[in-house]
Protein backbone atom coordinates (compact mmCIF):
# COMPACT_ATOMS: atom_id res chain seq x y z
CA UNK A 1 0.00 0.00 0.00
CA UNK A 2 1.80 3.25 -0.84
CA UNK A 3 1.90 5.95 1.28
CA UNK A 4 0.27 8.98 1.08
CA UNK A 5 2.12 12.36 0.95
CA UNK A 6 0.59 13.62 3.94
CA UNK A 7 1.55 10.38 5.77
CA UNK A 8 5.44 11.03 4.38
CA UNK A 9 5.33 14.23 5.69
CA UNK A 10 4.05 13.14 9.48
CA UNK A 11 6.92 10.34 9.37
CA UNK A 12 9.70 12.53 8.37
CA UNK A 13 8.67 15.15 10.96
CA UNK A 14 8.66 11.82 13.43
CA UNK A 15 11.84 11.31 12.59
CA UNK A 16 13.83 14.68 12.78
CA UNK A 17 11.81 15.10 16.33
CA UNK A 18 13.45 11.94 17.05
CA UNK A 19 17.13 13.16 15.83
CA UNK A 20 16.50 16.58 17.53
CA UNK A 21 15.64 14.76 21.01
CA UNK A 22 18.63 12.02 20.60
CA UNK A 23 22.27 12.07 21.81
CA UNK A 24 23.04 9.37 19.25
CA UNK A 25 21.79 7.43 16.19
CA UNK A 26 22.79 3.79 15.64
CA UNK A 27 22.13 2.33 12.18
CA UNK A 28 21.19 -0.94 11.95
CA UNK A 29 20.56 -3.79 9.09
CA UNK A 30 17.73 -6.12 10.57
CA UNK A 31 17.36 -8.13 7.23
CA UNK A 32 15.63 -11.77 8.19
CA UNK A 33 14.87 -11.11 12.02
CA UNK A 34 11.85 -12.26 13.40
CA UNK A 35 9.47 -10.59 15.17
CA UNK A 36 9.98 -11.83 18.44
CA UNK A 37 14.20 -11.28 18.64
CA UNK A 38 13.12 -7.71 17.16
CA UNK A 39 10.82 -7.51 20.22
CA UNK A 40 13.51 -8.70 22.45
CA UNK A 41 16.07 -5.98 20.97
CA UNK A 42 13.23 -3.27 20.91
CA UNK A 43 12.89 -4.13 24.76
CA UNK A 44 16.69 -4.28 25.71
CA UNK A 45 17.52 -0.87 23.87
CA UNK A 46 14.32 0.33 25.92
CA UNK A 47 16.09 -0.76 29.34
CA UNK A 48 19.27 1.26 28.35
CA UNK A 49 17.28 3.98 27.63
CA UNK A 50 16.92 4.81 24.22
CA UNK A 51 14.43 3.51 21.17
CA UNK A 52 14.65 1.24 18.17
CA UNK A 53 12.40 1.89 14.61
CA UNK A 54 12.51 0.93 11.63
CA UNK A 55 12.60 3.55 9.18
CA UNK A 56 11.82 4.38 5.61
CA UNK A 57 15.37 4.95 3.97
CA UNK A 58 14.20 7.45 1.76
CA UNK A 59 11.69 9.17 4.28
CA UNK A 60 14.78 8.83 6.84
CA UNK A 61 17.36 10.34 4.36
CA UNK A 62 15.28 13.59 3.93
CA UNK A 63 15.00 13.80 8.14
CA UNK A 64 18.68 13.61 8.28
CA UNK A 65 18.80 16.40 5.81
CA UNK A 66 16.02 18.39 7.54
CA UNK A 67 18.17 18.26 10.50
CA UNK A 68 21.68 19.25 9.30
CA UNK A 69 23.13 15.65 9.66
CA UNK A 70 25.34 14.60 6.02
CA UNK A 71 24.54 10.83 6.16
CA UNK A 72 26.50 8.46 3.29
CA UNK A 73 24.14 6.57 1.40
CA UNK A 74 25.68 3.41 2.55
CA UNK A 75 23.71 3.80 6.12
CA UNK A 76 20.86 3.78 4.18
CA UNK A 77 21.22 0.41 1.91
CA UNK A 78 19.27 -2.68 2.80
CA UNK A 79 16.73 -2.75 5.70
CA UNK A 80 17.47 -0.05 7.92
CA UNK A 81 16.72 0.63 11.82
CA UNK A 82 17.84 3.18 13.87
CA UNK A 83 18.67 2.94 18.04
CA UNK A 84 18.31 6.14 19.23
CA UNK A 85 20.21 7.36 22.28
CA UNK A 86 17.98 9.69 24.84
CA UNK A 87 20.21 9.84 27.80
CA UNK A 88 23.29 6.53 27.94
CA UNK A 89 24.44 6.38 24.30
CA UNK A 90 27.13 3.59 24.96
CA UNK A 91 24.23 1.88 26.37
CA UNK A 92 21.81 1.97 23.17
CA UNK A 93 25.16 0.52 20.85
CA UNK A 94 26.23 -2.13 23.34
CA UNK A 95 22.45 -3.26 23.88
CA UNK A 96 22.38 -3.49 20.16
CA UNK A 97 25.85 -5.08 19.62
CA UNK A 98 25.39 -7.93 22.31
CA UNK A 99 21.76 -8.29 20.35
CA UNK A 100 24.01 -9.00 17.35
CA UNK A 101 26.29 -11.16 19.12
CA UNK A 102 23.37 -13.47 19.68
CA UNK A 103 21.81 -13.16 16.59
CA UNK A 104 23.72 -12.71 13.14
CA UNK A 105 20.96 -10.73 11.23
CA UNK A 106 21.83 -7.38 12.99
CA UNK A 107 24.43 -5.60 11.82
CA UNK A 108 25.79 -2.15 12.87
CA UNK A 109 26.21 0.28 9.74
CA UNK A 110 27.62 3.56 11.52
CA UNK A 111 25.67 6.30 13.45
CA UNK A 112 25.85 9.90 14.88
CA UNK A 113 27.13 10.82 18.42
CA UNK A 114 26.23 14.46 19.12
CA UNK A 115 25.95 14.98 15.49
CA UNK A 116 29.37 13.68 14.30
CA UNK A 117 29.68 10.93 11.67
CA UNK A 118 30.86 7.59 13.16
CA UNK A 119 31.83 4.51 11.09
CA UNK A 120 30.59 0.86 12.64
CA UNK A 121 33.75 0.73 13.77
CA UNK A 122 33.39 4.01 15.76
CA UNK A 123 29.89 2.41 17.09
CA UNK A 124 31.14 -1.28 18.37
CA UNK A 125 33.96 1.09 20.17
CA UNK A 126 31.22 3.42 21.68
CA UNK A 127 30.04 -0.26 22.41
CA UNK A 128 32.14 -1.25 24.65
CA UNK A 129 32.51 1.91 26.86
CA UNK A 130 30.90 1.35 30.08
CA UNK A 131 27.65 2.25 30.57
CA UNK A 132 26.23 5.56 32.67
CA UNK A 133 25.80 4.59 35.92
CA UNK A 134 29.41 2.09 35.90
CA UNK A 135 31.16 5.84 34.69
CA UNK A 136 29.34 7.62 37.39
CA UNK A 137 30.76 5.25 40.33
CA UNK A 138 34.18 5.59 38.97
CA UNK A 139 33.61 9.36 38.57
CA UNK A 140 32.38 9.61 42.38
CA UNK A 141 35.29 6.94 43.59
CA UNK A 142 37.81 9.51 42.21
CA UNK A 143 36.60 12.16 43.71
CA UNK A 144 36.31 10.20 46.78
CA UNK A 145 39.34 8.88 47.21
CA UNK A 146 41.47 11.98 48.48
CA UNK A 147 39.08 12.75 50.58
CA UNK A 148 38.96 9.60 51.84
CA UNK A 149 42.65 9.21 52.31
CA UNK A 150 42.95 13.07 54.03
CA UNK A 151 40.34 11.72 56.59
CA UNK A 152 43.15 9.00 57.01
CA UNK A 153 46.00 11.00 57.21
CA UNK A 154 44.61 13.21 59.63
CA UNK A 155 43.65 10.05 61.88
CA UNK A 156 46.50 8.74 62.15
CA UNK A 157 48.57 10.88 64.44
CA UNK A 158 45.73 10.84 67.13
CA UNK A 159 46.03 6.45 66.45
CA UNK A 160 49.19 6.71 67.51
CA UNK A 161 48.81 8.49 70.43
CA UNK A 162 46.68 6.41 71.79
CA UNK A 163 48.22 3.14 71.23
CA UNK A 164 51.10 4.49 72.75
CA UNK A 165 49.09 5.75 75.86
CA UNK A 166 47.29 2.49 75.69
CA UNK A 167 50.69 0.81 75.89
CA UNK A 168 52.24 2.87 78.66
CA UNK A 169 48.73 2.13 80.86
CA UNK A 170 49.23 -1.55 80.17
CA UNK A 171 52.88 -1.48 81.14
CA UNK A 172 51.86 0.36 84.66
CA UNK A 173 48.90 -1.63 85.69
CA UNK A 174 51.65 -4.49 84.95
CA UNK A 175 54.20 -2.96 87.23
CA UNK A 176 51.49 -2.40 89.69
CA UNK A 177 50.30 -5.82 89.46
CA UNK A 178 53.80 -7.27 90.25
Given at each position: ???????????????????????????????????????????????????????????????????????????????????????????VAKAILDAGKDN???????????????????????????????????????????????????????????????????????????
Open positions: MALTKERKEKMIAQYAQWLERSEAVVFTEYTGLSMPALDKLRDAVRTAGGEFHIIKNTLAKHAFAKAGMDTPDSLFNGSSAIGIAFSDPPGELIKIKGGFLNGQLLTAADMKALAELPPLPVVRSQLLAVINTPATQLARLLKEPGRQVAQVLKAYADKGGAAAAA
